[in-house]
C-alpha cells in the first residue's frame, strides 16, 4: 500500500512566536473584541475567532509594548484568523511585544484615601477643587490685607 503525501509550502515570512498574549481587536466598524494573541510574528498574528470577519477584512489589533497595528485577514479556518501586520513589526517591536508584561488592570473606582492620610494633612491627597478654592481663598485675604494696609477705612 503506497502511501501519498502532500507538501504544501509556508508562505509566511518570518518566525512565529506561540504567546498567550491579551490583546483587543478592532474590526471595520470600530467595534472591539477581547482576544488572545495565540502566535506572533514580525509579519502577523494568529488569533482565535472572537467575531464574524472575512478574508481581506481590514482590523486592528492592540499589540502590548508595540500600540495598536493595522492588519488584513489572511487566512480563515474553523479555530480562527491568520492576520497580516500592513507594517511588519520592526525587530525592536517584536522583541518589545515578546518580553511585554500584561498590564494590571486599574481597579474602578478608585479607592478612597484611607483616614490616616487625611489625618496627617497631606496636601496630595486633596482633591484638585479644594486645592484650587484654598489657593484663591488665600489669594483673597492676602489681596485684601496688602489693599487695607495701603488704603485705611477711617
Known amino acids: 500500500m503506497a502511501v501519498t503525501a502532500r507538501l ?7 518566525l512565529r512566536h506561540s504567546v498567550a498574549m491579551e490583546s483587543t481587536l478592532r474590526d471595520q466598524s470600530r467595534r472591539p473584541f477581547d482576544v488572545v494573541i495565540e502566535d506572533l510574528s514580525a509579519t502577523g498574528v494568529r488569533v482565535p475567532a472572537a467575531a464574524e470577519l472575512d478574508a481581506g477584512a481590514l482590523i486592528t489589533l492592540g499589540i502590548p509594548g508595540v500600540g495598536m497595528c493595522n492588519a488584513r485577514v489572511a487566512r480563515v479556518d474553523d479555530g480562527g484568523y491568520g492576520c497580516e501586520f500592513l507594517y511588519p513589526l520592526s525587530p525592536d517591536e517584536l522583541a518589545e511585544a515578546l518580553v511585554a508584561l500584561p498590564a494590571e488592570p486599574v481597579p474602578l473606582p478608585l479607592p478612597r484615601p484611607d483616614a490616616a492620610q487625611v489625618a496627617e494633612g497631606n496636601a496630595d491627597t486633596l482633591p484638585g477643587g479644594v486645592r484650587i478654592a484654598i489657593i484663591l481663598a488665600l489669594a483673597a485675604v492676602g489681596w485684601t490685607a496688602s489693599y487695607l494696609a495701603l488704603h485705611p477705612p477711617f
Not at 8 to 14: H, I, K, T, V
Open 8 to 14: 504544501y509550502r509556508d508562505l509566511r515570512g518570518s
